[in-house]
């Protein structure tokens, strides 16, 4: 499975607020709902203060969905990890800029094992230190909350980061936004220039997850 080529806006449901217990009905359900990326966020209790799945439990979904893994590893040392993360079925996988000592290497070994990569900044993060590897990127996550948990207020000045990112990777780059997007939030980060949004608690906390993925394409339309 492939990313979606830029230039159309995608619903990525994370599933940090779905059911762990029914992970692949959750995932089934936001597949039936028109979703075609489903975020993966994957935490190790160091880079960010929570700890989610690994590579064992991808690998199990892998066999029960069709839609694009996206992983966004919250994690340190990503280089040590990528290549299980790619194994066990993951499509794009993006690592944060503060935890890699060469980003470089590491967009280039992905793109040598099949996968898309990516790099994403924390809101604390300036544009500035991914310059260099934004072009080579397939997408480049901006957070709009601090990573760890889902459910987090979204923070608008993190958000304006999306414009000088955008305008770095030009047109044929996704933009993923990660953190408080929900149907008032995504209409502001699209005007940014972000065209791939992450939403979790928005969609898991209703029974209607159709609806919510609905509501905010409509939004942004
Ligand atoms: C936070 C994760 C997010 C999280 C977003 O560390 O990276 O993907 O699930 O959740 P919401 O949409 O609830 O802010
Ligand atoms: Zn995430």
């Known amino acids: 499975m492939r990313l979606p080529k830029a230039g159309t806006i995608e619903v990525a449901p994370s599933i940090l607020s779905a059911d762990f217990a029914k992970l692949a009905d959750e995932i089934a359900e936001v597949e039936s ?6 975020h993966l966020d994957i935490m190790d209790g160091h880079f960010v203060p929570n700890i989610t799945i690994g590579p064992p439990v991808i690998a199990r979904l892998r066999k029960h969905s069709k839609l694009v ?8 040392e990503p280089a040590k990890f ?3 993360f790619v194994q066990a079925g993951s499509d794009h996988i993006t690592f944060h800029i503060e935890a890699a000592d060469e980003p470089e290497r590491l967009i280039d070994k992905l793109h040598q094992l099949g996968v898309t990569a990516g790099v994403c900044l924390n809101p604390g993060t300036p544009v500035e230190t991914i310059e260099k590897v934004a072009g080579l990127c397939d997408m480049v996550l901006v957070m709009t909350v601090e990573p760890g948990f889902g459910g987090q207020e979204f923070m608008p000045e993190a958000a304006k980061k999306i414009v000088q990112v955008r305008e770095i990777v030009g047109p044929d ?5 990660d953190g408080g997007i929900d149907v008032q939030t995504a209409p502001t980060v699209v005007s940014y220039g972000a065209d791939t949004l992450v939403a979790g608690n928005a969609i898991f906390s209703q ?3 159709s609806a919510v993925i609905e509501a905010i394409r409509a939004a942004c339309g």
């Open 69 to 76: 893994f996206d992983s966004h590893l919250m994690i340190s």
């Open 207 to 209: 029974p209607d997850r």
């Open 173 to 177: 780059v996704r933009v993923e936004v």
């Open 82 to 84: 990528a290549e299980r």
């Open 33 to 38: 709902a028109g979703a075609k990326i489903i």
